[in-house]
């Protein structure tokens, strides 16, 4: 017969999820969602854009920056899970992004 789940037993490892990874990942979140709130209200107002849009886009720039020095960090600890610190860089990248590319646009002109 084929076998198909080994168990052998149980595996023991010292490996913990870094709680500055998590914070990442949590700062990723937050600047990802505000900046695409962000936006979404500004095409709902017509384009219109606040001060207080802007305000959210370089408090989430801000965000964005500790969450990459923290999620990088985190990343160059041992023994450790990476799927908080990959993901928080990766979220903290990508809000980043949108911020430039807003930036961008504005500068632009288009």
Sequence with gaps: ????????????TDKKNPKSGIMSLALGSISVISVF??????????GDAPMKYGTV???SIVYAGIGLILGIRSLSQKDI????PTAGILFNAIAFAECGFILYLGVTGI
């Design 37 to 46: 709130l962000a936006l979404y209200l500004t095409v709902r107002n017509g």
């Design 57 to 59: 886009i370089l408090l």
């Design 81 to 84: 899970y990476r799927f908080f």
């Design 1 to 12: 017969m084929i076998k198909l789940i080994n168990k052998s037993g149980y595996i023991f």
